[in-house]
């Protein structure tokens, strides 16, 4: 899996952990940050998270073409900077009127053109290392290891949020209550109802050192509670500003390694690489191609990007905040690391080539095994947990599970039976309309979000944690077989003098799915029955599956 890969790759997807570590702890808690601080309503609140996803997703398009021209090291190095600028605006306690709104906005644009200068040009360069006939046949898996890397970061995000959210709330002597802000808003605006202002009323009164120090007096209760909760979300954002630190430390420190990859169309004539010559037709059949990818793709990540619009919201809302049993396992971001270490130190022992290399790796996985039963022997009988928390099982599932795809994919492949990446696309959508089946499933019998208002947004019937568990592991077998190899596929048929552009198209049709989150936001307002919201996403990746494979033909003659 790791044998014969180049070192710059190593290095390339390592800076791209420390930067998504910082990027999706800020995602885990963001539309709660949009609805505590400014008491947003969800449509809002997922319109304004689809938007900036859709913004950060469709500045790589920008970033490509100017790195087509200027050189992807120069664009990686510029985006770096204006991200960390926008993080920091982010990380900085502002009002929660005029001011603090300008500020968020501005904050999000910054974070968003670096991005787009950042991600798709990194992307680029780890392609450009395959180019090399030396590497060529393990392009695949590279883009596999790579994306790996990606969810490294992401797997501790949703905790470090939390831990911080937790530290700050303590200090204020408050605790976690998901009901609270929308109240409070009510409370505020003058439109909670007296069942509203009782639950607000019994929350308070949970917290009696708070509620003391605001003289007992609800108003002030719930203006406290706001701002408490506003700022240690704002430190929170803070982490992302320290991970792009790390992140460029590693790629200027570690530049060497993969300078040969830093070129574009017009700077490989100054390499000893040689680029592939094509016909105008051979170009327009691989544009093409590549245009009929990105219109599917759309739909998956319309599908897929729900995990930080309304699947937190699920878990807010509708999901026991208790956990119990086998359960709390997976809440716990160093049960999962411990987990990990057991399935690679096992893989580990089967490859090993000499005695030594079995036996140093068993040891390793006998030691996590023993770390892990004593610390869940350890674990307290009940977990309270935060909605983001769940937002950490997806970035798990993708570094437990690379291994596992790797090798069935590499057996198929020495067997001549591996499908191509255009053919794993079109399973991706069908896994994926599997797992938003679950979603359904445990949606039954639930009233509508719109219907929840009047005691907080809080259901009565709250479901166990597993329906969510369940939906994440299946989503992430789709984007096993969707995300690493679109991109790998991007980057191989992509004619030389748009590999930039190409490769920002990706993201672009990964922005416009991003902002077509919002349209699940509008849905989950209205009095439709919740398991009706999650069946549109069903039949959407359905329709996209079957138009994939009734264009495999023209995608694979490409591939070739």
Not at 270 to 288: A, Q, Y
Not at 396 to 424: D, H, N, Y
Not at 453 to 469: E, F, Y
Request: hydrophobic content about 50%.
């Amino acid at each position: 899996m790791f044998e014969g890969q180049p070192k710059g790759l190593y290095a390339l997807a390592l800076a791209n952990t420390g930067e998504r570590f910082g990027y999706y702890t800020m995602l885990a808690i963001f539309t709660l940050f949009l609805q505590a601080k400014f008491g947003f309503a969800e449509t809002s609140a997922l319109q304004i998270y689809g938007g900036f996803l859709a913004a950060a997703y469709f500045m790589p398009l920008i970033g490509g073409i100017l790195a087509d021209r200027f050189g992807f090291g120069k664009m990686i190095t510029t985006g770096l900077a204006i991200m960390f600028i926008g993080y920091a605006l982010l990380a900085i306690p502002s009002g929660m009127g005029t001011v603090g709104i300008a500020s968020m906005f501005g904050a999000l644009f910054l974070i968003a053109c670096g991005t787009g200068l950042f991600k798709g040009n990194l992307q680029v360069m780890v392609g450009n290392l395959y180019d090399n006939p030396t590497y060529s046949q393990k392009r695949d898996t590279a883009f596999s290891l790579f994306y790996m890397a990606i969810n490294i970061g992401a797997l501790f995000a949703p905790t470090a949020a939390e831990k911080i959210t937790d530290y700050f709330m303590t200090k204020a002597h408050l605790i976690y209550d998901p009901a609270i802000p929308a109240l409070a808003h009510q409370l505020q605006e003058g439109t909670i109802s007296e069942t509203g202002r009782q639950t607000l009323l019994t929350a308070a009164n949970q917290m009696s050192d708070a509620f003391a120090t605001q003289g007992n007096d609800l108003a002030q209760f719930g203006n406290y509670y706001i701002s408490q909760l506003s700022t240690s979300y704002h430190y929170a954002f803070a982490v992302a500003c320290i991970s792009l630190i790390i992140s460029a430390a590693i790629y200027f420190g570690f530049r060497y390694t993969f300078k040969s990859a830093d070129y574009n169309s017009k700077t490989a004539k100054n390499t000893n690489h040689v680029e592939e010559v094509l016909t105008p037709k051979e170009t327009k059949d691989r544009v093409v191609a590549l245009l009929l990818v990105f219109a599917v793709v759309i739909f998956f990540w319309m599908a897929f990007h729900q995990n930080g619009g309304t699947m937190t919201l699920f878990a807010r809302d509708y999901t026991n905040k208790a956990v119990t049993g086998i359960t709390r396992f997976g809440f716990d971001v160093w049960n999962l690391v411990l987990l990990i270490i057991v399935i690679y130190g096992s893989f580990s022992v089967a490859q090993a080539k000499e005695t030594k290399g079995k036996l140093i790796s068993g040891i390793v996985v006998l030691v996590a095994l023993i770390a892990f039963f004593i610390k869940y022997a350890n674990m307290p009988e009940t977990m309270n947990i935060q909605p983001q928390i769940f937002q950490h099982f997806n970035p798990c599932f993708v570094v437990a599970l690379t291994p596992f795809s790797i090798l069935l994919f590499g057996t198929l492949a020495k067997k001549g039976k591996e499908p191509s990446a255009p053919r794993k696309i079109g399973l991706g959508m069908l896994v994926a309309a599997i797992g938003f089946s679950i979603m359904a499933a445990g949606s039954v019998g639930q009233v509508s979000p719109a219907d929840l208002k009047d005691v907080g947004g809080v259901s009565q019937a709250l479901v166990s944690p597993s329906w969510l568990i369940s939906t994440y592991l299946v989503l992430t077998f789709a984007e096993l077989l969707l995300s690493p190899m679109g991109i790998s596929f991007v980057s191989k048929v992509a004619p030389p003098k748009y590999k930039g552009m190409m490769m920002g198209g990706w993201f672009v049709a990964t922005a416009i799915g991003n902002y077509a989150t919002s349209i699940i936001g509008h849905l989950w307002s209205s009095h439709l029955a919740l398991w009706m919201v999650w069946s549109v996403l069903i039949i959407l990746c359905l329709l996209s599956a079957l138009f994939m494979f009734s264009i495999m033909k023209k995608l694979e003659k490409v591939a070739k």
